[in-house]
């Protein structure tokens, strides 16, 4: 099927006028590759067969929690890549988990070829630029939640993942598992980090050129897994706050950052209000911009991402509640008197390279 959707493309400036900001900034946004490195729709297809080719309204509750992306507004929006999660339940036993997961990723990846005149799954930089080349939204995959895959204690599960689709694995997400502990209060029992399974998976990532995902990982654990990780590849983590703005359990500190910018990969900073520092249900974009410039002057304009999280039950800012208004970031981004370089690094150009770098 054919998406419909509105091509901003055809009129910059009635697009700037309808979300009140400068024609200059939808310029740069609409010049600029948009690759968010984690969206969670894909969840709720799974629990509640949200239709990802459908275009859907923010609902009820206004997009909080979840109705904050779909592929004809993200075509719309022209994000022009995106990670495409599945989330693990932690609930179900080893074997069925894996089992579930061969199950997901052909249901995912068959959703996305519905529409195979607007998206095209890739697995590396090469792949991304053939897709944009051809003016499609490019999707990779990821997984999140390394128990998705650890019932073999040396990391051999991960042999279920076919044509090295999956391009990243968040080792650890809100429970703790045989991999490692979270940095959820949730799942925590005190910090004893990553388990020999974790270190041993880590090694299988990296043997795999999978991307290690350091988010909702515990401080010990994050850099349990940076001591055995290939020094000749990047980690990245996709989706958190920092501390050094908003002290959180969810966030990195800024050594955290240092080592992720040391192997040369990037942060990816979410949309939920609360980690960033403001009310749940009343946050301000202006605060995605406040953690991506500390990244910035941290450890420079390299390794700042954007990882939204959209439909991963977060509560985004009141002035950017669903994909539609990204281009609202571009121009609070210049109101910092950032280049034009660096806001085009931080929208997608950083991800590019660090894809590139491992996988080509």
């Not at 990821?142 to 051999?156: F, K, M, R, T």
């Not at 990882?307 to 994909?323: E, K």
Request: some cysteine.
């Amino acid at each position: 099927m054919a998406l419909e959707y509105t091509d901003h493309r055809k009129d910059p400036a009635a697009w700037a006028r309808s979300l009140g900001i400068s024609h200059e900034a939808v310029q740069l946004y609409l010049d600029s590759e948009v690759i968010d490195l984690h969206i969670d729709s894909f969840l709720w297809t799974r629990m509640l067969g949200y239709d990802l080719t459908r275009r859907h309204t923010p609902g009820l509750l206004n997009a909080a929690f979840a109705r904050q992306v779909d592929l004809p507004r993200l075509r719309e929006a022209q994000v022009s890549g995106a990670t495409w999660i599945i989330t693990t339940n932690p609930a179900r036993s080893s074997e069925d988990r894996a089992h579930t997961f061969v199950r997901n990723l052909a249901r995912l990846r068959a959703e996305l070829a519905r529409a195979p005149d607007d998206v095209a799954v890739v697995r590396n930089a090469r792949e991304y630029r053939a897709a944009r080349a051809e003016g499609k939204h490019a999707a990779f995959i990821g997984i999140q939640g390394g128990n998705a895959l650890d019932h073999a204690p040396d990391g051999s599960a991960l042999d279920l993942i076919p044509d090295d689709v999956v391009l990243r694995v968040t080792l650890v997400h809100l429970s703790t598992s045989l991999l490692g502990v979270t940095s959820s209060p949730l799942g925590f029992t005190g910090d004893t980090g990553l388990t020999a399974r974790g270190r041993d998976y880590v090694k299988a990532l990296n043997a795999r050129k999978i991307f290690v995902d350091l988010a909702h990982i515990s401080r010990k654990g994050f850099f349990d897994a940076l001591a055995v990780h290939d020094r000749s590849q990047p980690a990245i983590v996709t989706h958190t706050g920092v501390a050094g703005v908003t002290p959180h359990w969810r966030n990195l500190d800024d050594e955290q950052l240092r080592a992720i910018a040391d192997l040369g990969g990037t942060i990816g900073v979410m949309y939920q209000s609360s980690f960033l520092g403001d009310p749940t249900f009343d946050g301000r974009l202006s605060s995605v911009v406040a953690h991506l410039a500390h990244i910035v002057d941290t450890v420079g304009e390299d390794h700042a991402s954007l990882g939204s999280d959209w439909d991963g039950m977060i509560v985004p800012p009141v002035d950017m509640r669903t994909c539609l208004e990204l281009p609202k970031l571009v121009e609070a981004m210049l109101a910092r008197g950032w280049s034009e370089a660096r806001v085009k690094k931080i929208l997608g150009g950083n991800f590019l390279r660090v894809v590139e770098a491992l996988r080509g």
